[in-house]
């Protein structure tokens, strides 16, 4: 039973800094991709940042320069560094893994919410 646990999330004050982490565990196949999406309230789920097996990285275009995806592969942990919050980055976090033949789990998302 593949589990994604998150931690992490909490309420900080405009330009302040969270860390977001979100451990796998429970299957021996590989993880392709880890990533973390966001979803407002009202709004549609979206890809906030990703790192592949590789380290390629990819970042939602509003994040860049702000936000550092990271990943320690051997503990099948992914972390999502957020510095200078804004209030617009408010949201549910939600960790994802992408496994190898498995596909696509979830973990149960964590608040984020910026205070102007």
């Known amino acids: 039973q593949v589990q994604l646990v998150e931690s992490g999330g909490g309420l900080v004050q405009a330009g302040g800094s969270l860390r977001l982490s979100c451990a796998a565990s429970?299957?021996?196949?590989?993880?392709?991709?880890m990533g973390w999406y966001r979803q407002a309230p009202g709004q549609q789920r979206e890809l906030v940042a990703q790192?592949?097996?590789?380290?390629?990285?990819n970042y939602l275009d509003a994040v860049k320069g702000r936000f550092t995806i990271s990943r320690d592969s051997a503990k099948n942990t992914v972390y999502l560094q957020m510095n200078s919050l804004k209030p617009e980055d408010t949201a549910v976090y939600y960790c994802?893994?992408?496994?190898?033949?498995?596909?696509?789990?979830w973990g149960q998302g964590t608040q984020v919410t910026v205070s102007s």
């Open positions: 994802n893994a992408r496994y190898w033949a498995l596909g696509d789990y």
């Open positions: 429970g299957s021996i196949v590989s993880i392709n991709s």
């Open positions: 790192i592949t097996s590789s380290g390629n990285t």
